[in-house]
């Protein structure tokens, strides 16, 4: 049997690779928040410690992307995929063991490492890759199964923690890295990462990362994601305490907020069911205007029910978001060289969201209000909405001239 017949069926390969994708968020990006409080507990450390080294695992995955996406573009995107896995479950491990905050920093710089090798972007590019034709679809089925990995985390994780203690909970996630998600890739993704003979053209028209940095369109894309990761993980990191100054009950609160994961994953259904008709372009300017709208009828809410339009359009927004950004890069310069190009344009987006929280505080303290920040939030939005409609493919911009 030669490579080419080794490898799997593509509905296989999406399924396999969807399940991994939503075990990998519920454990590597959700399940933090729900080890805090007895981490606090039981070694003494306040927040902005723990958060800290949380936000060096997010800069890290933004500093590794560029780094993977090159690594996809000359064909080991099975070996980086596979080699992610066994990464989260050395953190996992060493992260169990901490005894001293610089423990817990450098443990989480390991698993920022591992979550660039596997979170979204390194998917759609291998999807992309091996699949020209069919990407767009394997990714929306891809981001439809992985949005409920948030519903998966918090249940699973407060279901081990009275049981196994947060030690214990995170050596059982590492052993389910290595023992369901290690092997899971390896399967997946064993044969021929992509056909020989489309690369072959894709390599004498696509745009190289050189070129693309040359390009206009990088730029004002770069931007558009940047703007929109900064405000959605600003308001993320603040959104309890933003509703706590609304005079909400914490039971009210959380009433909304549950409602923005089942969002997510609504609005990723109504683009499977029709808005694939749509060009991506279109579509991706919908959804960057979603963003600054959310967040106007966030600041000026004065009831739940308008908290709930917020919820829904927040979470439409940051499901569909994903696909548009796994989808358009593809659009604007091929396939050959899009892991480089996407890591670029994905590690400016990941060190804003990492800096997101701890700006927003201090954009808090000189602004006075929760409402004057969002508000704020929502023109940086807007101004990256701005910035995603200008940006045109480079063939389009040369016609035009």
């Known amino acids: 049997m030669n490579e080419a017949d080794d490898a799997l069926p593509y509905g296989w390969v999406v399924a396999a690779l969807a399940l991994g994708q939503i075990l990998v968020w519920a454990v590597l990006y959700?399940?933090?928040?729900?080890?805090?409080?007895?981490?606090?507990?039981?070694?003494?450390?306040?927040?902005?410690?723990?958060?800290?080294?949380?936000?060096?695992?997010?800069?890290?995955?933004?500093l590794a992307s560029y780094?993977?996406?090159?690594?996809?573009?000359?064909?080991?995107?099975?070996?980086?995929l596979t080699g992610g896995a066994a990464l989260a479950a050395?953190?996992?491990?060493?992260?169990?063991?901490?005894?001293?905050?610089?423990?817990?920093?450098?443990?989480?710089?390991?698993?920022?490492?591992?979550?660039?090798?596997?979170?979204?972007?390194?998917?759609?590019?291998?999807?992309?890759?091996?699949?020209?034709?069919?990407?767009?679809?394997?990714?929306?089925?891809?981001?439809?199964?992985?949005?409920?990995?948030?519903?998966?985390?918090?249940?699973?994780?407060?279901?081990?923690?009275?049981?196994?203690?947060?030690?214990?909970?995170?050596?059982?996630?590492?052993?389910?890295?290595?023992?369901?998600?290690?092997?899971?890739h390896a399967w997946a993704l064993r044969g021929r990462s992509e056909p020989r003979s489309v690369a072959h053209a894709d390599q004498q028209a696509d745009s190289t990362l050189r070129e693309a940095l040359h390009h206009r369109a990088f730029w004002l894309l770069a931007l558009a994601f940047t703007f929109y990761a900064f405000g959605a993980a600003a308001l993320w990191a603040?959104?309890?305490?933003?509703?706590?100054?609304?005079?909400?009950?914490?039971?009210?609160a959380l009433a909304v907020v549950v409602c923005i994961g089942?969002?997510?994953?609504?609005?990723?259904?109504?683009?499977?069911?029709?808005?694939?008709?749509?060009?991506?372009?279109?579509?991706?300017?919908?959804?960057?205007l979603g963003l600054p709208l959310a967040l106007v009828v966030f600041a000026l809410a004065r009831s739940l029910w308008a908290l709930w339009i917020f919820a829904l359009l927040f979470g439409m927004s940051n499901g569909l978001i994903t696909i548009v950004r796994?989808?358009?890069?593809?659009?604007?310069?091929?396939?050959?060289?899009?892991?480089?190009?996407?890591?670029?344009?994905?590690?400016?987006?990941?060190?804003?969201?990492?800096?997101?929280?701890?700006?927003?505080?201090?954009l808090l303290l000189a602004l006075g209000s929760y409402q004057q920040l969002v508000l704020l939030l929502a023109a940086l939005g807007l101004a990256g909405a701005a910035a995603f409609a200008a940006a045109r493919p480079q063939v389009d911009a040369e016609r035009s001239r």
């Open 30 to 62: 959700y399940a933090f928040s729900s080890f805090v409080i007895p981490m606090r507990a039981d070694l003494g450390w306040d927040e902005p410690t723990l958060m800290g080294a949380f936000s060096v695992g997010l800069g890290t995955w933004g």
């Open 262 to 288: 089942p969002a997510q994953v609504a609005g990723r259904l109504v683009y499977a069911w029709v808005g694939r008709r749509w060009r991506l372009r279109v579509l991706g300017t919908l959804v960057m």
């Open 326 to 362: 796994g989808g358009l890069l593809p659009e604007f310069y091929g396939r050959t060289h899009v892991g480089r190009i996407g890591g670029a344009m994905s590690a400016v987006g990941l060190l804003a969201r990492a800096a997101a929280p701890v700006a927003a505080a201090w």
């Open 67 to 80: 780094a993977v996406g090159a690594g996809i573009d000359r064909g080991h995107g099975r070996a980086i």
């Open 238 to 252: 603040h959104v309890m305490p933003a509703f706590a100054a609304k005079g909400l009950r914490e039971a009210e």
């Open 90 to 184: 050395v953190g996992l491990f060493g992260w169990a063991a901490v005894r001293e905050p610089w423990m817990l920093v450098a443990v989480w710089a390991l698993l920022g490492v591992s979550m660039a090798m596997m979170l979204y972007d390194p998917v759609f590019t291998i999807l992309t890759k091996r699949y020209p034709d069919r990407y767009r679809e394997g990714i929306t089925a891809l981001t439809l199964v992985a949005g409920f990995a948030s519903t998966l985390s918090f249940p699973a994780v407060a279901w081990l923690l009275p049981r196994f203690g947060w030690r214990g909970s995170l050596v059982a996630m590492g052993v389910m890295m290595l023992v369901v998600i290690v092997p899971l």
